[in-house]
């Protein structure tokens, strides 16, 4: 925003420039800002359009209009799109430390302070479910996965997965030994000595059904370089 000095003759001009770190206008004058290529254009009319400004449209420029989104000429792949999504075509994204998305490693707002949350660290392409249930007064218990109605979350692990690679895990919520096996598309859990109603939490796990005919090399061998990466062999820390 340009200010005018209350002269005739005006001798300066000044700029309040909207703080990125805090995303409300910085009245510090203490304060550094940092701009690329900053600028300042009269609004007549004749001032430069948005995409001459991002040097779009010709066939030099580095970005070019693409309608609903702009990409860029040396990854046409790329697209910024309108709504402020960010499309990659199917490609990675390198050389990330962190990332903080709100679907899958979410910064947690509690009482007033940010706490950070950790993704699953899994060696091996594998999917996993946790549920909790109750044997009946035989000590028996079992669900048939492939029939569990749609969108739950045991038909969606089930559909998910390849099906001979499940490996089941029981946890009894109370003084019984219990064990748990795969039938089919069963999950049957069963108490050694008929220990009747007791409450467990179960676990599942299974290879992702896209990675069925990998071996574990394949899995787990990177074959496309990267500079990014931590360092086991040279005892790298964390942040440092």
Known sequence: MI???????????RQRQMCIRDRYYDTNT???????DPRFEEVNGKEPSIAALLGTGGTSSIWQDGGSYIYPNTATSLH??????LDLGGHNIERVDEISANSIDPVLKIDGELYRTWTLDMVGQRTEVVGQARLNAKGFWEVDLATSPKASDLWLFWRAVHPTT???FVTPQGPANLYAYMEGSKFIVKSLN?????????R???VRYDFRD????????RTKHTDT????????????
């Open 166 to 168: 499940i490996i089941p």
């Open 229 to 240: 990466y931590i360092d086991i062999d040279g005892g790298q820390r964390y942040g440092k």
């Open 3 to 13: 200010r005018r000095p209350p002269r005739s003759t005006p001798s300066n001009r």
């Open 194 to 202: 008929q220990e009747p109603n007791v409450k467990f939490s179960y």
């Open 30 to 36: 203490s304060d550094r800002q940092y701009w690329w």
């Open 80 to 85: 910024i799109e309108d709504d402020g999504d």
């Open 204 to 206: 599942l796990i299974a």
């Open 214 to 221: 990998m071996s574990e090399e394949e899995t787990n061998r």
